[in-house]
């Protein structure tokens, strides 16, 4: 059982930039792939980026890449979202998750732990 939650969410301004982090708990944290979903009001949940177990893999949705990296410290249980050039659609509740397979993973049915999310939200 991986339990998560998220931290590092707030209210900015287009352009700025902030840093999501996910604490996790539970044994099995550094086998786990990791991903972070958003959900924007009225929109379904997307996948944003995920990291392998050992880091050296990661994805990201179009829309966010060359703008947000995703990282993990698998000795603090942790992994990071840094978000740049952030742009008013990106304003969403933004979730951290844990997907029992090894394997760079953008499905979000194949995440079985969830966080319960944070909330970024950018002004124009």
């Known amino acids: 059982q991986v339990q998560l939650v998220e931290s590092g969410g707030g209210l900015v301004q287009a352009g700025d930039s902030l840093r999501l982090s996910c604490a996790a708990s539970?044994?099995?944290?550094?086998?786990?792939?990791m991903g972070w979903f958003r959900q924007a009001p009225g929109k379904e949940r997307e996948f944003v980026a995920c990291?392998?177990?050992?880091?050296?893999?990661?994805s990201f949705a179009d829309s966010v890449k060359g703008r947000f990296a995703i990282s993990r410290d698998n000795a603090k249980n942790t992994v990071y979202l840094q978000m740049n050039s952030l742009k008013p659609e990106d304003t969403a509740v933004y979730y951290c998750a844990a997907s029992r397979s090894m394997a760079v993973t953008t499905a979000l049915g194949l995440y079985t732990y969830w966080g319960q999310g944070t909330q970024v939200t950018v002004s124009s």
């Open positions: 990291i392998t177990w050992s880091g050296g893999s990661t």
């Open positions: 539970g044994r099995t944290f550094s086998s786990c792939t």
